[in-house]
């Protein structure tokens, strides 16, 4: 069974630039989160999505992050424009749906933003 | 407070000790507990969860849960210096829609 998949797993872009990172759940999971680790910092939560529709999109720092799950199957997170302070590792997790949400990872994309 | 705490470490046992890292949390109605193993530059692995007081062995591995001190610990037995890399505890809650809150986590070294 294929893992939770990310792309890319490297992005480096200016200040002011667009960048858009992709998830692929693991197949027949309906629950979709996206993490993010500043360097020294804990993974933080930034949104559940389950199937398409957001569930809970509390952790999302600003208006310029956007989260999408069309079809409810892979999900993107643009960030646009991107500042220097959105650096870090994103994380994106699935899960099934059930009462432990045993939350399975993904290998990160690092963001670098210049 | 923060919502879930880990002593940082570095935690730094001998080879075939035993590894013990703890966890203390919040909030009162969280329901799952997890410990994610992250080596570095990699993603966090689930290695152990548990739901209800008491222990859980998992191989070398064994995870206790007390919900009234709010407090889970992870046990590693016989440690091999493969186990070294940071542990992450993660709780989630039901609070704010079953969201997953993550510990900074423990540095954990295996001598050889």
């Known amino acids: 069974e294929a893992g939770v998949t990310q792309f890319p797993s490297h992005s480096v872009i200016e200040k002011g630039q667009t960048v858009t990172l992709r998830c692929d759940p693991i197949s027949g999971h309906d629950n979709l989160y996206w993490y993010r680790r500043v360097m020294g910092k804990e993974i933080k939560f930034l949104l559940h999505f389950v199937k398409e529709s957001k569930q809970d999109e509390s952790g999302m720092p600003n208006n310029r992050f956007l989260a999408e799950r069309t079809g409810g199957t892979y999900s993107t997170l643009k960030v646009q424009p991107a500042e220097l302070e959105d650096s870090g590792v994103y994380f994106c997790a699935s899960s099934v749906t059930g009462t432990y949400n045993e939350q399975f990872f993904g290998p990160g994309t690092r963001l670098t933003v210049l | ?112």
């Open chain 2, 1 to 112: 407070q923060k919502e879930v705490e880990q002593n940082s470490g570095p935690l730094s046992v001998p080879e075939g000790a035993i590894a013990s890292l703890n966890c203390t949390y919040s909030d009162r109605v969280s329901q799952s507990f997890f410990w994610y193993r992250q080596y570095s530059g990699k993603s966090p692995e689930l290695i152990m969860s548990i739901y209800s007081n008491g222990d859980k062995e998992d191989g070398r591995f064994t995870a206790q849960l007390n919900k009234a001190s709010q407090y889970v610990s992870l046990l590693i037995r016989d440690s091999q210096p493969s186990d070294s890399a940071t542990y992450l505890c993660a709780v989630t809650t039901p609070t704010g829609g079953f969201k997953t809150i993550f510990g900074a986590g423990t540095r954990l070294f295996v001598k050889a």
